[in-house]
């Protein structure tokens, strides 16, 4: 289900998802999913995962009896699969209402969104529909959210200019990827003087120090490969690879995809970052020195127009295209809609660009994130990036509820080494500004 099929999209032409409603075993009609029907299926994967999330379900267990959450009504416009369901599952159970969204119209598993919660999201959404998925989450007669969890800013953007009383009184915002916290920072940088247009307190997810190790880079290095070969099937030793940003992402695709015997070359504006790909040994070149011999495209920066029409046109035939950064604005898409240039459906996320002279590239995911369109991604991940998500100062401490699941034991300061380093017996062990 996560690559999804020709019947898939078939299914779609027949049926408006929108205006399709349907009951779960309990009579809860208030979502609007693909299939009900296979929740026996999505129910089996929730189980399956659960198993992988100790962290999370540690948490769920120990809170629970405290329902530190009641009163939050939670809009949620994250990925829907099922390791964000036992995440979403997690919120209710400690006291949260919630109605969620997808973030990405490709990420969502179908048969992973039956509950008694609201869920508005289903597999290939028109952008048409992405919008209304977000706008049922918003508001009802008998519902309105007090506090956004994002992941990219669309709900937090959308609630701002369509609902702007609504975005006056709301409590809290989470973002969870960078370009999101960018439209945070852009509503508060104004003119001297000028009122910030953020009505509440924000937090940024990506200061935790675990998720950008977890969430980014170690999540990159597993997802960059199982994305390539799910798609394309490509065999990935001795081609040439050109990874444009060498941030958390960038430093776990590079690294990944030197292991699978690529030679690998990284473009970077930041010139720490570029120093820190050299001496990892990646040569650092210019996109327009090498774009005619590259195999393999891969954007991570988080950046606009990265990859454009200039580049598309000296590309080798057969090259393949793909963005792991969040935001689908790498890769210059407005441009690939030209009428000189055929494109050919290969897969429900898999398009042959063919240009005016038979030279084809191979497009993953119409430029959006390749490891949430075309993978199911990591449980453990998903757990120790979840439980970050509910507390303010996001305490280091909380990484410690993962081990147990990888059965590891941590060694204990006596009082003498304690005292001897300044810190607590129990932690923190590092100042808050370490970073890891």
Same mark, same amino acid.
């Given at each position: 289900s996560s690559i999804g099929s020709e019947s898939d999209d078939e299914d779609a032409s027949r049926l408006n998802t929108r205006d399709h409603v349907q009951r779960n075993s309990r009579g809860f009609a208030d979502f609007r999913v693909k299939r009900i029907s296979q929740h026996q299926f999505g129910r089996r994967e929730i189980d399956l995962v659960e198993q992988e999330m100790g962290g999370l379900m540690t948490l769920r267990k120990k809170a629970a009896a405290d329902q530190p959450l009641a009163g939050a009504r939670i809009l949620v416009c994250i990925h829907i699969n099922a390791q964000t369901a036992v995440f979403i599952e997690t919120l209710a159970q400690l006291g949260a209402t919630l109605r969620c969204c997808s973030c990405n119209i490709y990420s969502t598993q179908n048969e992973a969104t039956e509950a008694d919660i609201p869920i508005?999201?289903?597999?290939?959404?028109?952008?048409?529909?992405?919008?209304?998925?977000?706008?049922?989450?918003?508001?009802?007669?008998?519902?309105?959210?007090?506090?956004?969890?994002?992941?990219?800013?669309? &709900?937090? $953007?959308?609630?701002?200019?369509?609902?702007?009383?609504? /975005?006056?009184?709301?409590?809290?915002?989470? *973002?969870?990827? #960078?370009?999101?916290?960018?439209?945070?920072?852009?509503?508060?940088?104004?003119?001297?003087?000028?009122?910030?247009?953020?009505p509440?307190? &924000?937090? $940024?997810?990506?200061?935790?120090?675990?998720?950008?190790? /977890?969430?980014?880079?170690?999540?990159?290095? *597993?997802?960059? #490969?199982?994305?390539?070969?799910?798609?394309?099937?490509?065999?990935?030793?001795?081609?040439?690879?050109?990874?444009?940003?060498?941030?958390?992402?960038?430093?776990?695709?590079?690294?990944?995809?030197?292991?699978?015997?690529?030679?690998?070359?990284?473009?970077?504006?930041?010139?720490?970052c570029a120093l820190q790909a050299c001496m990892a040994g990646f040569p650092v070149v210019k996109l327009d020195d090498i774009i005619k011999k590259v195999d393999i495209l891969v954007t991570c920066t988080g950046n606009?127009?990265?990859?454009?029409?200039?580049?598309?046109?000296?590309?080798?035939?057969?090259?393949?295209?793909?963005?792991?950064?969040?935001?689908?604005?790498?890769?210059?898409m407005s441009a690939l809609q030209d009428k000189r240039l055929t494109w050919e459906r290969v897969r429900s996320t898999v398009d042959h660009i063919i240009f005016p002279d038979g030279r084809r590239i191979i497009l993953l995911a119409e430029g959006r994130l390749i490891n949430m369109s075309c993978i199911s991604f990591s449980s453990m991940v998903v757990s120790v990036t979840s439980c970050t998500e509910d507390v303010y100062l996001l305490p280091k401490k909380m990484a410690s509820l993962h081990l147990p699941t990888l059965g590891a034991q941590l060694t204990e300061l006596n009082d003498d080494q304690a005292r001897y380093l300044g810190v607590n017996k129990a932690g923190p062990f590092k100042p808050h500004n370490y970073k890891y």
């Open positions: 508005f999201a289903w597999r290939g959404e028109s952008d048409e529909d992405f919008w209304w998925c977000i706008e049922q989450c918003i508001e009802t007669e008998s519902w309105s959210a007090n506090l956004i969890l994002d992941d990219g800013g669309d &709900a937090t $953007n959308r609630m701002s200019k369509q609902f702007p009383a609504l /975005f006056r009184q709301l409590r809290g915002i989470v *973002e969870e990827s #960078i370009p999101g916290v960018h439209r945070l920072y852009q509503m508060c940088s104004r003119e001297p003087g000028a009122p910030s247009l953020l509440c307190p &924000a937090i $940024n997810l990506c200061d935790s120090v675990v998720k950008p190790r /977890f969430d980014t880079y170690y999540m990159a290095r *597993e997802g960059i #490969i199982d994305g390539l070969k799910r798609t394309t099937d490509v065999m990935l030793a001795g081609k040439t690879v050109c990874v444009c940003g060498y941030g958390y992402v960038g430093k776990g695709c590079s690294q990944a995809l030197r292991q699978m015997g690529c030679i690998v070359f990284v473009t970077e504006v930041d010139p720490v606009k127009n990265v990859v454009t029409m200039r580049h598309f046109e000296r590309m080798k035939s057969g090259c393949i295209l793909c963005n792991m950064g969040h935001s689908n604005t790498e890769i210059d």
